[in-house]
């Protein structure tokens, strides 16, 4: 089955796409390399250019019934690489519709990236392996750019991180749910919008192009933002693009509904990261971490970058998700604060420097306080700043140490709830 979206295109706005500390690496493209989708005569080296598939569109649901992802978010559907007429091509390569996506992504070191993808690329019903293992087999094998031919010395499933790393990194820098709530457009089960003015708050996100916006009985539940791509999906520049397929997407003209999640009034925006920027976290209101949340690296009253799961920050890339919880004192009593967890284990201050392993044992684990109800308190000799080498850059990793010493750099790390 296909479709016909023609596109018009131009260059107004290109995001640069972080990257986790992935596998092997694929093909360098440099020189002068075209955009998909405008070029004219046929272009030979497919690992450079995006072909047949050279329309990307990052996809993404609203559900409400049953509720998938945070009440203040949209969800992950996919990045399907659409002809640049509209029709497409699906399981382009059934030898590598793998079945094993969460066991490639631990094993190639993106735990970080995987527990994202728990908490915001998940589908309304069974559960996110399978849901991936589809996206990947149908849409996944069909990214020229992430072909095998196009790594050097190939090892199996080493295309596998790029591809998921390049949908989420591009969904964040797509955060529908602020888009919308800017324009005054936020869910309710009572109000409803013109769809001339969704389109428009999103459009306004997409470097003014237009963006699909798809409805069902009424309600919108799904959003395609389409890009044209410089170079690999995994490394290139994605170029804001406009859909124009004569769909309306089964939206009325008036009268569309945008249900809440939590069926009732509309939470509070999260902080997000648009435009390659991030904002900085919202404080939280307790004197305590509690439950799920990012760790945010603030270098001069803004925000930097943030922590991955062994302790350590970057600059780009995806964030760990960790877990606070009231530490336990002795003889099954309280202590007075709350230990830090992330997919690679406990954290704890070991040698000067912040550390989350799998060999810290609960007990072990350091006892943090919050500074001021947001600020993680310096395990190491109180206050809120922290330290480190530099400020890394890009997906390279610098050290958090709690004292100074020759350390030339202060942070403060927040926490930001997941």
Same mark, same amino acid.
């Given at each position: ?276 920027? *991030?904002?900085?976290?919202? /404080? &939280?209101? #307790?004197? %305590?971490? !509690?439950?799920? @949340?990012?760790? =945010?690296?603030?270098? +001069? ?13 970057? *600059?780009?890339?995806?964030? /760990? &998700?960790? #877990?606070? %919880?009231? !530490?336990?004192? @002795?003889?099954? =009593?309280?202590?007075? +604060? ?18 989350? /392993?799998?060999? #810290?044992? %609960? ?56």
């Amino acid at each position: 089955m296909s479709s016909v979206r023609m596109l018009t295109t131009s260059p107004l706005a290109v995001l640069y796409l972080a990257r986790s500390a992935l596998a092997g690496a694929p093909q360098q493209c440099t020189g002068d390399i075209e955009l998909s989708c405008h070029n004219t005569t046929s272009v030979a080296d497919t690992c450079c250019f995006n072909t047949p598939g050279g329309s990307l569109l990052q996809t993404q649901f609203w559900d409400t019934d049953p509720v998938v992802g945070p009440d203040d978010s949209w969800t992950i559907h996919g990045l399907w690489p659409d002809h640049c007429d509209g029709t497409y091509d699906s399981t382009c390569d059934s030898s590598r519709a793998y079945k094993n996506i969460t066991d490639i992504l631990k094993s190639s070191g993106n735990d970080d990236l995987l527990s994202y993808m728990q908490e915001y690329w998940l589908p309304n019903d069974g559960g996110g392996e399978d849901f991936w293992e589809h996206e990947f087999g149908k849409h996944g094998t069909c990214v020229s750019t992430l072909d095998p031919k196009c790594f050097a010395d190939y090892q199996p499933t080493e295309e596998v991180p790029y591809y998921f790393n390049a949908t989420v990194s591009l969904f964040k820098t797509l955060p529908t749910y602020k888009f919308l709530a800017d324009a005054g457009i936020t869910p309710s089960a009572d109000a409803t919008y013109d769809l001339a003015d969704i389109q428009a708050a999103l459009s306004k996100g997409h470097g003014g192009e237009s963006v699909y916006v798809g409805c069902s009985g009424g309600a919108v539940e799904q959003v395609y933002y389409y890009f044209n791509v410089q170079g690999s999906v995994a490394t290139g520049k994605f170029v804001p693009a406009s859909p124009d397929n004569g769909d309306d997407g089964g939206c009325p003209k008036s009268g569309v509904k945008y249900l809440p999640k939590n069926g009732g009034g509309s939470p509070t925006p999260t902080s997000t990261t648009s435009g390659g920027s *991030t904002s900085p976290p919202t /404080a &939280t209101p #307790t004197g %305590a971490f !509690a439950g799920k @949340g990012q760790l =945010k690296a603030i270098t +001069g009253g803004a925000s930097t970058g943030c922590l991955i799961s062994g302790g350590t920050w970057y *600059t780009t890339g995806t964030c /760990a &998700t960790f #877990t606070a %919880a009231a !530490a336990a004192g @002795g003889s099954g =009593k309280r202590a007075a +604060g709350f230990t830090l967890q992330s997919s690679k284990g406990y954290c704890a201050v070991a040698d000067g420097a912040l550390a989350c /392993a799998a060999d #810290t044992a %609960a007990a072990d684990a350091a006892v943090f306080a919050a500074a001021d109800g947001a600020t993680l308190a310096n395990a190491g000799g109180g206050g809120a700043d922290w330290y480190s080498d530099e400020v890394p850059s890009g997906s390279t990793q610098g050290k958090v140490y709690a004292e100074k010493g020759g350390h030339s750099t202060t942070l403060q790390i927040q926490w930001a709830n997941a």
